[in-house]
């Protein structure tokens, strides 16, 4: 592997501060932080981020305490993420910043939300929430007397914008044309994609197992639950289930990080990416897991889908959030005045497409119990199925 290198213990393939391609509106330095600091310190500050507290990520926040929130889940997100990006010599503040964010767009009712929203928008440019994350940052929040959203940098914006249809790239300048040139984003927004699938694949089977949704049986169908699990109760056998569950997972997410880096530091020895700029425009993904643990870890994703997310209970809250969301879509279209003030100022004048992404802001913006609370307040009281 080639060195590390520079004083700033920053591998020559990472992003550096000093090399930053800048923000939209030019700043005096973040001074003691580095650039990407001041990033994740806005992220973490702005009302989005609080807000993902109350949103869903598979299970309904009022399910239970024990289960993970969108909040949560960026956490660990963020803390997978941060591990890795040390051992490659990338920036952690960069990584972190990226793996905040990255659901700061999401829907209330977690993927139920995004598809029903999507679905209402059909007519008005669709609806995507990576894109909706990227227009929090920039646009949504309103928290600063010298621009719009929190300024971010290009690094972390183009690690937020996970993917981007053509017609969306399209209108976003730099931003957006590595999806119309086929080029990658650096290795920190590589890592921060990875991280995400690493965190929420081994947390919902956490979930899972908790709401007695998948078992352990099941599980052990999976080549690398299973041998993770056999190794857990072998070493310790008088363990309590609840533990060794935790072991097990524990030991998932450690042999998938674990490969993670080791295969991406052999990538970098092959490509040898002496910038972030080649690393961009190298023709695939440089951070990545081996053949085998990507074929493990893709099975327990098919595993969570066929079982977890389409599960009878899910389904039912999908059923459910579907619902919400396109009686609360109509009702606002119908009403622009009942949306708060500051998107009923943004619809106004405009035409019906204007409207109609005025009120998906508004409503994407909403925690499950908002939009909750919203749906019984104005379209019918008094149903809480
Ligand atoms: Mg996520």
């Not at 060195?3 to 030019?26: E, F, I, K, N, Q």
């Not at 989005?48 to 960026?74: C, I, P």
């Not at 991280?195 to 929420?200: L, N, R």
Request: aromatic residues 6%.
């Amino acid at each position: 592997m080639p060195s590390l290198a520079s004083g700033s213990g920053l591998a020559p393939w990472a992003a550096h501060d000093d090399r930053s391609r800048g923000r939209v509106y030019p700043e005096p330095p973040a001074h003691p932080r580095s650039e990407f600091q001041r990033d994740r310190d806005r992220i973490i500050h702005c009302g989005a981020f609080r807000r993902l507290m109350y949103k869903t990520q598979v299970f309904v926040n009022h399910e239970g305490d024990m289960y993970r929130t969108r909040l949560t889940h960026s956490l660990e997100v963020s803390q997978i993420g941060r591990s890795v990006a040390v051992a490659l010599g990338l920036n952690e503040h960069l990584t972190e910043a990226i793996c905040l964010a990255h659901d700061l767009g999401h829907t209330p009712f977690g993927h139920a939300g995004q598809e029903a929203l999507n679905d209402c928008m059909r007519d008005y440019g669709g609806f995507e929430h990576n894109l909706q994350s990227l227009r929090v940052v920039d646009k949504l929040e309103e928290k600063y007397a010298g621009f719009p959203g929190l300024n971010l940098c290009f690094e972390t914006r183009e690690g937020i914008l996970k993917h981007c249809s053509r017609r969306n790239a399209r209108e976003l300048g730099e931003l957006g044309e590595r999806f119309l040139n086929r080029q990658q984003p650096g290795l920190e927004a590589q890592l921060a994609n990875l991280a995400d699938e690493i965190a929420y694949n081994n947390h919902d089977v956490d979930d899972g197992l908790r709401a007695g949704m998948i078992s352990i049986e099941q599980l052990c169908e999976l080549e690398m639950f299973n041998s993770c699990y056999r190794e857990v109760v072998a070493e310790y056998p008088a363990l309590v289930e609840r533990t060794v569950i935790h072991e097990t997972v524990r030991c998932m997410i450690n042999h998938v990080v674990s490969d993670l880096i080791e295969n991406t530091r052999k990538e970098l020895d092959r490509v040898s990416p002496v910038s972030i700029d080649d690393v961009r425009q190298h023709g695939r993904s440089i951070a990545g897991m081996s053949d085998g643990v990507g074929k493990a870890h893709h099975e327990l994703k098919r595993f969570l889908r066929r079982t977890l997310y389409s599960h009878e209970r899910v389904r039912r809250m999908t059923d459910k959030a579907d619902r919400i969301m396109r009686s609360l879509f109509s009702c606002y279209m119908s009403h622009p005045d009942l949306l708060s003030e500051r998107f009923g100022t943004d619809s106004e004048g405009g035409g019906e497409e204007i409207r109609a992404r005025a009120v998906a802001d508004y409503i994407a913006g909403m925690t499950d119990r908002f939009a909750l609370g919203e749906y019984q307040r104005l379209i019918e009281p008094g149903d809480d199925r």
